[in-house]
């Protein structure tokens, strides 16, 4: 018996001393992982965009074709966003609760756009809505533009958000299953109350973090937008096509300030995102509680 255990206890003391040294080589990797790929072009970003000095940061910020670009931003992410939150949540409703023909195709078009390049989502958007597309000479003959117009912009970030809101929700409300949602419907609540008082405080921090993680794809959007706004400068170019127009142009300090806005943008959409993804591990970790 002694022997047995003092022939185990090396190896018991070797793996327990081996075992910090590999937690701390596996953080330090992690570190330098984080700082190569975020920290360093943070810096590069911020650096390139002050070296001319605040008042040349902030007149590339300031100047038209910009502040365009930034109007036409918050308009296709004020248009997308909402949309998407009302089809994520009608979705995520149907899937879970409800048993229906058609149910797998549905959650496998709401994952479409991840398979899909943005590129070619574009250009489907071209043929059917361009000049010389299935619908262009309809639209053209009621002096309708979408192709190179704001529609076509707004159309395009939608494809590419669709299934952040839903993707989201459907795992959280199949778990959650429909037991509240009947007894609510046995107290007499209409479909209404039941989804407000019942439904939504319920799915509340997953349907946040469904919003953030949205928003910031659709601040974000290039390859889609670049195929169907045409590059109108002052026009149809949203905050990435005119990083692009500016840093093609060789006008750096230009291009990383407005970048630097862009960047800010997502620094402060990542604290919403892991705000919101702490208040769902807490709600989960309640629910398994109790």
């Known amino acids: ?20 040294l590999g937690q701390r080589l596996l953080i330090l990797s992690a570190w330098l992982a984080f700082g190569l790929l975020l920290l360093l072009p943070l810096y590069v970003v911020l650096s390139e965009a002050l ?41 995520a409703w149907c899937v879970s609760k409800y048993e229906f023909r058609g149910k797998s195709l549905l959650i496998t078009l709401i994952d479409l756009p991840f398979s899909v390049s943005p590129v070619i989502a574009g250009l489907i958007y071209v043929l059917m809505f361009g000049a010389q597309g299935w619908f262009g000479p309809w639209l053209l003959d009621r002096d309708l533009q979408i192709i190179f117009a704001v529609p076509g912009i707004v159309l395009a970030t939608l494809f ?11 795992p959280l409300m199949q778990e959650q299953g429909t037991q509240e949602e009947e007894a609510a419907r046995l107290l007499g609540a209409s479909g209404w109350q039941m989804f407000w008082h019942v439904t939504l405080p319920n799915i509340k921090w997953g349907l946040i973090y469904g919003v953030v993680l949205c928003t910031a794809r659709a601040m974000g ?40 806005l862009l960047l800010v943008m997502a620094l402060f959409i990542l604290l919403l995102k ?17």
């Open 51 to 91: 070296k001319l000095g605040f008042g040349t940061f902030f007149s590339a910020m300031l100047e038209p074709d910009a502040l365009a670009a930034m109007q036409l931003t918050l308009i296709a992410v004020g248009i997308s966003v909402p949309l998407n939150l009302v089809f994520g949540v009608a979705a």
């Open 274 to 290: 892991q705000w919101s993804e702490s208040r769902i591990n807490r709600q989960r970790h309640n629910s398994a509680e109790e």
């Open 1 to 20: 018996m002694s022997s047995s255990l003092s022939s185990s206890a090396p190896f018991s003391l070797s793996k327990s001393q081996g075992r910090p």
């Open 221 to 260: 959007e290039f390859g889609a937008v670049s195929v169907v706004s045409g590059h109108i400068r002052g026009l149809t170019n949203t905050l990435p096509l005119h990083v692009e127009i500016l840093y093609n142009e060789y006008n750096h300090v230009a291009a990383f300030s407005v970048a630097s």
């Open 160 to 170: 590419v958000t669709v299934p952040f809101v839903a993707r989201e929700l459907i």
